[in-house]
């Protein structure tokens, strides 16, 4: 079903009624045949040309503004069958850096830096045809970022001046805008589950579902199924005649980059960067009481809630079913990689990251040796590997992933598809298929 080709956060309800306003429809027009004038009998008549071909413009345009960088998605939709799901073809896929929260102070960049992505070689303008640009539904949904800015002093200024900058140049691109706004936390998980359901999938018949976990460099996202949701609260996905009741949850703050303000500890960099000890074990003790709740006031809670020293309050959240597999995707893969790591389990995440007794790995490897097996890895990616290992133990083991839980599949791709949450967004843009519970 799913192929790739070469070429102010709104309610729940909001993004149904935008699904209803993504109606596609086809563009092009056959061309009427004429007939040149004849100059006699003996002249034979020619014939007419044939009509042109016409052109279906069955796509839409999804713009994922993360909190680093702002990547354009084009997907081409294939007619679902009868009760089935439509099929998405990713036709191009750009991104620019940084992210559009950085322009607070200069927000018409944020339109210029956009107006270049969707003209850059290979880019949407590139992917559509002519006759379909003006007719294909774009939506521009941001994430952590902007909710971050939002919450600042004079924040909701700075994201009104950004949008309005970021809506003209999608306009101006000659694109329909139908939606350019920040996307709340739960919306962001429960479209990082769709995406990898869909494109394993597990959405067609019977099939059993597959849990979601996303790091970003803001926050960090957990989706799933429960077995019984208990008190926690749930959303309810309507796919192809079919119901899903998905617990989402986002934490903002707890993303890679906005983690490090926690603890600034030595222990937690490679030996001769910066001081550094390199000492995983030391790393993960610092900060395992950051996430850790003292008090769960729900039938089961997972990670505290971000920021909140004083009470430690868990946010609630059902048990992690055991024989569930769990998607990790973004910094979750990324650091799995880098410390190399060779298991599919959190131990053996720590084993490549701290060894047998948490004191050697990659934390324990001194800096030059690092950069010197690692050619080619942008610096800051190594630098915070060793904290990033130790975060995303402490986040997987506080969610409730045993040491030796097998299930966790630690990936960028599901089979050609990229691991995200901009096709999930897509897909139920399409179908409609978010209400509230």
Not at 100 to 115: F, R
């Amino acid at each position: 079903m799913i192929r790739r080709s070469g070429r102010t956060a709104p309610a729940l309800a909001t993004l149904s009624t935008l699904a209803l306003a993504l109606a596609l429809s086809s563009c092009g027009k056959k061309q009427e045949p004429t007939t040149a004038p004849t100059g006699g009998e003996s002249e034979p008549e020619p014939e007419a040309p044939a009509p042109a071909p016409e052109v279906k413009c069955n796509y839409i345009v999804l713009i994922d503004a993360g909190s680093s960088g702002t990547r354009a998605y084009t997907y081409e939709i294939e007619t679902a069958e009868e009760g089935g799901l439509p099929g998405l073809v990713e036709r191009s896929n750009q991104k620019i850096e940084p992210g559009l929260s950085s322009y607070k102070a200069e927000p018409a960049k944020a339109g210029e830096s956009l107006a270049g992505l969707l003209k850059a070689e290979g880019s949407v303008l590139e992917a559509l045809p002519d006759e379909c640009e003006a007719k294909t539904p774009t939506a521009l949904m941001a994430t952590a970022g902007m909710r971050l800015l939002e919450a600042e002093q004079g924040g909701a200024d700075a994201t009104k001046a950004i949008y309005q900058a970021a809506g003209e140049a999608i306009s101006g691109a000659g694109l329909d805008l139908r939606f350019a706004g920040t996307i709340s936390g739960q919306q962001e998980g429960l479209y990082a589950w769709l995406t990898t359901n869909y494109a394993l999938g597990n959405l067609d018949g019977e099939k059993p579902t597959v849990g979601a976990l996303d790091l970003g460099g803001a926050s960090a996202q957990v989706a799933f199924v429960p077995a019984d949701a208990g008190d926690a609260p749930t959303s309810t996905l309507t796919l192809a005649g079919k119901s899903y009741s998905v617990y989402a949850h986002s934490y903002l703050n707890y993303g890679l980059a906005q983690a490090i303000q926690y603890v600034a500890d030595k222990s937690c960099y490679p030996k001769g960067l910066n001081k550094g000890k390199g000492r995983y074990a030391s790393c993960v003790k610092k900060l395992k009481p950051v996430v850790t709740p003292k008090k769960c006031e729900a039938a089961a809670c997972g990670l505290a809630v971000p920021g909140d020293t004083k009470n430690k309050l868990g946010v609630p959240q059902p048990p992690v079913p055991k024989d569930m597999p769990f998607y990790a995707i973004g910094n979750y893969f990324y650091t799995h990689k880098l410390v190399k790591a060779e298991g599919a389990s959190p131990a053996a995440l720590a084993e490549a990251a701290g060894g047998p007794k948490g004191k050697t790995g990659f934390c324990g490897t001194k800096w030059a040796d690092i950069t010197a097996a690692n050619e080619g890895t942008p610096a800051p990616y190594l630098e915070r590997a060793c904290f990033s290992a130790a975060w995303v133990s402490v986040l997987l083991e506080t969610h409730g992933f045993a040491k030796d839980a097998e299930t966790i599949q630690w990936t960028e791709k599901i089979g050609e598809t990229e691991a995200n949450w901009a096709l999930g967004a897509a897909l139920c843009s399409i179908t409609g298929c978010l209400s509230a519970k």
